[in-house]
């Protein structure tokens, strides 16, 4: 049943909550198994999981569920074992409560497989902003994981970083007027009973990653990108131009930025009117900005935004300054290059310039176009892993940091600009020393200029964009 816990109720979870703890184990290997009954909002799964350890297992674990899922049991070893549950505090979940579930192993071998049935009832989201879309409901299955929805179990307390699993195989069963999409790739799609079952698997994602959306799609491909919109005629007619736009942005991001990203296969899904989304090789664009597409450019710039994110995703630790910047400040821009490749340089000038002035606005008056209020301005490497929501969309990591970005673009020339993303984003891991170093190794007479992008708040007359237009004249 739907939850009616308000925040008041919640505080007594913080405090006796065991979330800070360090987990023992990790869940590195999951095989899922989920059904969906989307009139009901019900859903009911069975997930198998394999730990990365050595000899026993710790008498206890504990993993963590959307606050609306319960435990029915869990099995060991082909034994069933203990299981208690209670509500917690849980910043990782739309509702900000999670059903945390400490499992008696009773020192079971490594090797063993844990599998935990579990159901419940999936309701929208009223603790966040609509654009937290999860939910099942007569529409369809709209899922995240760790970070959103926590719609299987994950061994994460909340605020860790973000954990590389394999999801070796993942079934799907909905009814059978419903197409479903998760991360990765495709492996099988039928019929039986009435529903609807596709398989899908996904090896070495981020745990935030494995998304789950399910719904009445009709299907336009061009044998590498899926795209799954409504059936009317002027979402196919927008799918059709989507189709090609999608193919030729990946088909550079690949060649300039990151290789071998999730999958070969991409997916845009066309989605309700809940905000656009990203997560690996799927890609969600809500249903006003896809109509729009074929004559919107700020359409084209979104879907294109969406699209960068897996290109750009060098794991950076939550602990490092540069982890902000990193997560969101890189997507806001790394799309533009490319965008300047496919649709020309005076849509990547124009845009520029737009968000500069805004930028300065924002500086000025303390207010974004639409007056409300941003957030004090901090230095990019100065935002912490929690501010992250606060700075994203409003103010520095959409601005400034494309403005530096861009600073570095226009510094280095096309040619060794992409270079230095090829370098950078091919990298295993990142930290905010690399990085700088990395920029220096391509430009390195700008130390100054790049102290004062990333570490400090100051913008100098000479870095504004007038200025250095002419200074590269």
């Not at 290109?311 to 997507?331: I, K, Q």
């Amino acid at each position: 049943m739907k939850s009616t816990l308000g925040f008041v109720v919640l505080i007594p979870f913080l405090f006796s909550s065991t979330l800070a703890a360090d987990n023992p184990l990790i869940a590195d290997r999951y095989i899922l198994d989920v059904s969906f009954v989307p009139e009901l909002a019900r859903m009911e799964g069975r997930t198998t999981i394999h730990f990365a350890c050595t000899g026993n297992l710790p008498k206890t674990t504990t993993c963590y569920l959307h606050g609306e899922l319960a435990v029915d049991s869990a099995v060991i070893g082909g034994k069933k074992i203990p299981c208690d549950q209670k509500p917690v505090f849980y910043e990782y979940d739309y509702s900000l409560i999670a059903t945390e579930a400490a499992l008696q192993l009773e020192g079971a071998l490594c090797d063993s497989t844990l599998t935990i049935f579990y159901s419940g009832y999936f309701h929208p989201s009223n603790a966040r902003s609509p654009s937290d879309y999860m939910r099942i409901d007569h529409d369809g299955v709209f899922l995240r994981s760790y970070g959103y929805s926590l719609w299987f179990p994950v061994f994460v307390p909340s605020g860790s970083n973000d954990p590389i699993v394999t999801l070796s195989k993942v079934t799907v069963r909905t009814p059978s007027e419903f197409r479903s999409v998760f991360v990765g790739k495709l492996t099988g799609e039928y019929e039986k009973d009435g529903q609807r079952v596709t398989e899908w698997t996904a090896e070495n994602i981020p745990l935030m990653d494995a998304q789950c959306t399910a719904q009445r799609y009709v299907i336009a491909s061009d044998g590498n990108c899926f795209v799954y919109q409504y059936a009317d005629s002027s979402s196919k007619a927008a799918g059709a131009q989507i189709l090609r736009f999608t193919a030729a942005m990946n088909t550079l991001y690949t060649k300039r930025y990151r290789k071998g990203t999730t999958g070969t296969e991409f997916y845009v899904i066309e989605m309700p009117p809940y905000g656009d989304i990203s997560s690996g090789n799927v890609t969600g664009l809500q249903a006003s900005t896809w109509k729009l597409f074929q004559e919107n450019t700020d359409a084209k710039r979104a879907l294109g935004h969406e699209l960068v994110h897996p290109y750009t995703a060098v794991p950076v630790d939550r602990s490092d300054p540069l982890y902000c910047l990193a997560m969101e400040g890189f997507p806001s821009y790394f799309h533009l290059p490319i965008l300047a490749e496919v649709l020309g340089d005076d849509v990547y000038d124009r845009f520029i310039a737009f968000m500069e002035k805004l930028y300065l606005e924002k500086r000025q008056t303390g207010k974004t176009r639409w007056g409300a209020t941003v957030p004090p301005e901090k230095p990019l490497l100065e935002i912490k892993a929690d501010e992250l929501s606060t700075y994203k969309d409003e103010f520095v990591l959409d601005d400034r940091a494309l403005l530096f970005l861009n600073y570095l673009y226009r510094s280095m020339g096309r040619k060794r600009f992409f270079s230095f993303t090829s370098d950078l984003f091919n990298k295993k891991k990142l930290t905010a020393d690399g990085f700088r170093q990395t920029v220096l190794k391509y430009l390195p007479a700008a130390a100054n200029d790049v102290n004062i992008w990333i570490s400090t708040t100051e913008y100098p007359e000479r870095l504004h964009l007038d200025h250095l237009a002419r200074r590269k004249k």
